[in-house]
C-alpha cells in the first residue's frame, strides 16, 4: 500500500534551519508530482510547497517563498523540504504527500520557538 515517512522535524529558535525528509512506498515515485503540507495547532492543513515529476519544477505558498527549498532523489523515493530563516508562525505538523493520492503519513512536528 501506499506509505509516506515523514521525518527530520524537531525544536529550533527562531532564524534557525530544519531539513525535512520524506520516503514514499507503494507506487511509481518518480510519475508523481510532490508536496509538502502543514497543518497549525486549530488550523486547515495548508499547502507549502510542490515539485513536479519530470521537470522537477517547483511551487511554493507565499509565506515560505525564499526560505523553503522543496527537491526530490527519484533514485531513493524521497521528498526533502529545506526550511531556513525559520519563524514561529511555521510551527506545525509537516506532512509529504503525492499528488493524486489520497493517502497522507503520520508527519513530522515542527516547532519554532525561543
Known amino acids: 500500500q501506499v506509505q509516506f515517512v515523514e521525518s527530520g522535524g524537531g525544536l529550533v529558535q527562531p532564524g534557525g534551519s530544519l531539513r525535512l525528509s520524506c520516503v514514499a512506498s507503494?507506487?511509481?515515485?518518480?510519475?508523481?508530482?510532490m508536496s509538502w503540507y502543514r497543518q497549525a495547532p486549530e488550523g486547515e492543513r495548508e499547502l507549502v510547497a510542490v515539485?513536479?515529476?519530470?521537470?522537477?519544477?517547483?511551487n511554493y505558498a507565499d509565506s515560505v517563498q525564499g526560505r523553503f527549498t522543496i527537491s526530490r532523489d527519484n533514485a531513493r523515493n524521497t521528498v526533502y523540504l529545506q526550511m531556513n530563516s525559520l519563524k514561529p508562525e511555521d510551527t506545525a505538523v509537516y506532512y509529504c504527500?503525492?499528488?493524486?493520492?489520497?493517502?497522507w503519513g503520520q508527519g513530522t512536528q515542527v516547532t519554532v520557538s525561543s
Open positions: 507503494g507506487f511509481t515515485f518518480s510519475d508523481y508530482a
Open positions: 515539485i513536479t515529476s519530470v521537470s522537477e519544477s517547483t
Open positions: 504527500h503525492a499528488i493524486g493520492w489520497n493517502d
